[in-house]
Each structure stands twice: as C-alpha cells, then as structure tokens.
T-cell receptor, first 112, second 113 residues
Framework: GESVGLHLPTLSVQEGDNSIINCAYSNSASDYFIWYKQESGKGPQFIIDIRSNMDKRQGQRVTVLLNKTVKHLSLQIAATQPGDSAVYFCAFSPAGGFKTIFGAGTRLFVKA | DTAVSQTPKYLVTQMGNDKSIKCEQNLGHDTMYWYKQDSKKFLKIMFS???????INETVPNRFSPKSPDKAHLNLHINSLELGDSAVYFC????????????FGAGTRLSVL
C-alpha cells in the first residue's frame, strides 16, 4: 500500500549546524516528492520538492535528496536557525494528481 | 491578504451537534482540499475538489459533507459530531496540475465535548 514514513520523530540540533531529516517510502508510483514545514499554530508550508527523475535539488539553505533505489528521501537544512524549529513532513504526489500522501512528521528543535 | 483563509479558528461544541467550517482562497487555484490532523500531527486528506467537482473522497463518514459553491470556496459541514471528530482541520488549495504545491490555511481546531 501507499505509505510514507520517517526514521526519526524528533531531531535536536545546535543553531548553526546542518540538519538532516530523513523519510522512507514504500510506494514508487509517484512523480513528486515533497517537503512541508509546519510551525506551531499554522498550516503546513511548502518548502521544496523533487521530481522522480531527479536525485538532488537545491533551494535556499535547503537540499532535497532522493534515492529511489532504497526509497529514501532526505531534507538537508544548512546553518540551521531558530526559525527552522517546526514539524517537517515528507509527502508524495502523482503527476498532476490531487492526492498527496503525508508522512508522520519530524519535529526539529534548534538550540540556541 | 491571506491566501487561504478558514473560519472559525476554534470551534468548541457538544456531541451530536452540526457545525460548518468555511474556506476561501484568493489564489485563483482550481483545486481545493480538506485535511484532518490528529493529536499526533498525522495529516490525512479527506476531500479534494477540482473546479467545484469532487474528485477525492477518502472513506470519510457521510456525516462529513463538503460543499463548493464556486472554485474559490470549499466548505465542510459535519453532522452529528462525535468525540473522535476532535482534531485540527486544514483547508488547502493548489494550482491546476500541481497538486504537490499546496497552500494551507491556518487550521480550525475542533473540540467535541
């Protein structure tokens, strides 16, 4: 069946360090692999996504890596800041599709 | 201007009551969604509408009835509320053919007593 899961439910990092949030998935029939950030009291916010024909994509301070061989997705945040503290969700979506499946979420704590 | 707005932000009600949550987006998107987020932060899609037509109904009890009067609005009506309906409900929208990039509202925290 379809599922998206996370290796670590919580992650605590020192301000200025790099963060890596991991996600395992089981369904290969997806076109987009996505990361969302949810701050306390707010709705999820799109961060970055990657198409299934790519293995790496970079944004501003964030990098998403996709390893289809082992069905693993990761989000790297460079120079983590207090404002990065949030719950991060991996998700996947079929091309042009209307059904996005969200993983369970990882809570990131940034220590000052 | 808020892109996706939903009201109310908080809703406290008794079991058995009927309540509605409203959602509006001013992004010109064709597709809108309702999600339920439980106490463990698990986010599950309930419904998806594209151009006012229902395209996804994820085995949600028929006590939940979405209504889309136009493509900028997707409301959620819930009949005979149960304790297990307590959760945060999120509305979202996305551009046509880009369901991966969704814009979420701030959520409605529903507490059923």
């Amino acid at each position: 069946g379809e599922s998206v899961g996370l290796h670590l439910p919580t992650l605590s990092v020192q301000e200025g360090d790099n963060s890596i949030i991991n996600c395992a998935y089981s369904n290969s029939a997806s076109d987009y692999f996505i990361w969302y950030k949810q701050e306390s009291g707010k709705g999820p916010q799109f961060i970055i996504d990657i198409r299934s024909n790519m293995d790496k994509r970079q944004g501003q301070r964030v990098t998403v890596l996709l390893n289809k061989t082992v069905k693993h997705l990761s989000l790297q945040i460079a120079a983590t800041q207090p404002g990065d503290s949030a719950v991060y969700f991996c998700a996947f979506s079929p091309a042009g599709g209307f059904k996005t499946i969200f993983g369970a979420g990882t809570r990131l704590f940034v220590k000052a | 201007d808020t892109a996706v707005s939903q009201t109310p932000k908080y809703l406290v009600t008794q079991m058995g009551n009927d309540k509605s949550i409203k959602c509006e987006q001013n992004l010109g998107h064709d597709t809108m969604y309702w999600y339920k987020q439980d106490s463990k932060k698990f986010l599950k899609i309930m419904f998806s509408y594209n151009n006012k037509e229902l395209i996804i109904n994820e085995t949600v009890p028929n006590r939940f009835s979405p209504k889309s009067p136009d493509k900028a609005h997707l409301n959620l009506h819930i009949n005979s509320l149960e304790l297990g309906d307590s959760a945060v409900y999120f509305c979202a929208s996305s551009p046509r053919d880009r369901g991966d990039i969704q814009y979420f509202g701030a959520g409605t925290r529903l507490s059923v007593l």
